[in-house]
């Protein structure tokens, strides 16, 4: 799971995070930065679109070592948990160089996701339908 969030304008950051452990950011700067560019075309702040009319020069990518999921079908559920994680830890204001690592959050707290999505679909799906 290749995950890419939040442009801090302060710090110019990108930060990457991969739960499967097989990619670095080293090879996915071309999309990001391609990417970054085609973004510009759509952005409505003048100086965001300065920014990334020349992403190489202005962003830097944080790649996260991160938990890493054991096997091939989380990777959502990861992303889900990281970005709750992430959310928290930026409304508490930590610095993400500080707070960000492998043990940040386990497996357990995936699968206990998990379990809550499972029963909140089995919940929804047993509500008579919408005319």
């Known amino acids: 799971t290749k995950f890419f969030n939040s442009y801090q304008l302060t710090s110019r950051r990108i930060i990457f995070y991969d739960s499967l452990g097989l990619t670095q950011s080293q090879g996915c700067l071309r999309a990001i930065y391609s990417w970054l560019e085609l ?7 003048p100086r965001l679109v300065q ?6 020069e202005i962003f830097h ?13 989380d990777c959502g559920f990861y992303v889900m948990v990281f970005m709750g994680f992430f959310i928290e830890g ?6 993400s160089d500080e ?6 959050f386990s ?7 998990c379990q ?8 929804i799906s ?6």
């Open 126 to 131: 047993c509500l008579p339908a919408a005319n």
């Open 39 to 45: 973004l510009a075309a759509y952005c409505l702040e």
């Open 99 to 104: 707070w960000l690592s492998p043990r940040m």
């Open 107 to 113: 497996h357990m707290a995936v699968m206990m996701l």
């Open 116 to 123: 809550r999505l499972h029963s909140w679909v089995q919940e």
């Open 51 to 56: 920014d990334l009319a020349r992403p190489k």
């Open 90 to 95: 930026a409304f508490a204001q930590k610095n």
């Open 61 to 73: 990518i944080m790649e996260i070592n991160g938990p890493q999921q054991p096997n091939a079908m």
